[in-house]
């Protein structure tokens, strides 16, 4: 192939730098923050927060029009290593796609130890459907525990008394950011020999006990969904803690395949026509070997490159999140003989999703959504409730150990509203002033 002469790329690289800087001065125009309008301006539970910085990289890579992953991928694995402090980081195209490929990677027949259909999973029962749906897929059978209202994450303290001989790893969600107990159930994982994953989907940038979330067990899984901390626009990844899944998460990634060759490279491992694997024949191109059942999650290197700019704002992220947060509990404090407020565990720092509320006896959770729904403010009930209740769940193959009380009540009478970075001081404030709007019409309405 002939290469391109140097006079051609330098008059590329300065066309390329015309059209960044177009790029930002569009943003400036195009994607202003309007002006706040109580009742008019919709008061969304979250959504993408980006800069000059997200566009020109998004602008760079479909210049280079590298289109698979490629260059910004690798840049974004190794800064989301560099985050966790992991052994590796495996991007994907989803949350979604993170936990299929972690439950795949535990499943894969290059572990020692892997899990086999019929095996057992302890996970909540007030879930995401995308956490359980995995394991549905493998044959595995769900064990659901009751969850909490407060941390609304899964009960801790009836783990133990849930395992079975066939119970061989916990799967665990840390609902709209709150950490879960890890003292409690990294203990259980590590006397049980229970592989441990954390869908950390909701949770990037929380601690507990000073460690991260995401690196508590063998993988954990991120979305980069819009709503979710940083976006790729459609994005996750999975976190690699124990070294020998990183191969195995990658495969899973990549078809299944053995060759861990980058895209358009070979011959990587120095052997490609030098495997015998299977029952093939030796000298099978080691490109098309297959150790694994995998599928093609790979994100674009252009959702990688605005990945790859969001990264930078993970700190400024996680402390707006908190902050707001922290001005929603003062403010809400006020209601709380009605009202359940989030609960607190002082050994956690959590990197929160959302703000989570649970109508006391006596109120009504839906007339409460419908006030703050007319006054434009977005709620959201916690993901799929009771998720044995939702009709593509009914009838799956499950266990459940014990009543599932603090579970229906958190399907019926929970909800949440939003802490993203997008939201202003005025805004949070308008939703206070509706809250509070709400309580006095509701003493009107019983003193009349
Ligand atoms: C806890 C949890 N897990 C998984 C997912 C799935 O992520 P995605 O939407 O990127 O597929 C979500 C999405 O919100 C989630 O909240």
Redesign the pocket.
Known sequence: MIGRSSTAKGKTEKLKLEILKKVRQYYGLAHKPAKFIPHKTRIQYSGRVFGPEEMEALADSALDFWLTLGPYGDLFEKKMRKFFRSRDFVAVN???TA?LTAVMSLMSRQLDNPLRAGDEVITPAVT?P??VAPLVHGGLIPVFVDCEIGTYNINPHLIEAALSPKTRAIII?HTLGNPCDMDIIGDIAKRRGLYLVE?S??ALGGTFQDKLVGTFGELATL?F?P?HHITMGEG?GVVVNAGRFSRIVRSVRDWGRDCWCATGKSNTCGKRFGWQLGDLPMGYDHKYIYSNLGYNFKPTDMQAAVGNAQVERIPDFVAARRKNFKRLYKGLEAYCDRLVLPTLDSRSNPSWFGFPITVKEGLSRRELVAWLENANIETRLV?GGNILKQPGYQGIAARVPGPLEQTDRIMNSSFFIGVYPGLTEEMLDYVLKTFKGFFAEKADRVHA
């Open positions: 989803s949350g979604s936990n995401f995308t956490t969600p869908d989907c909701d979305s969904f709503a996750g993901f």
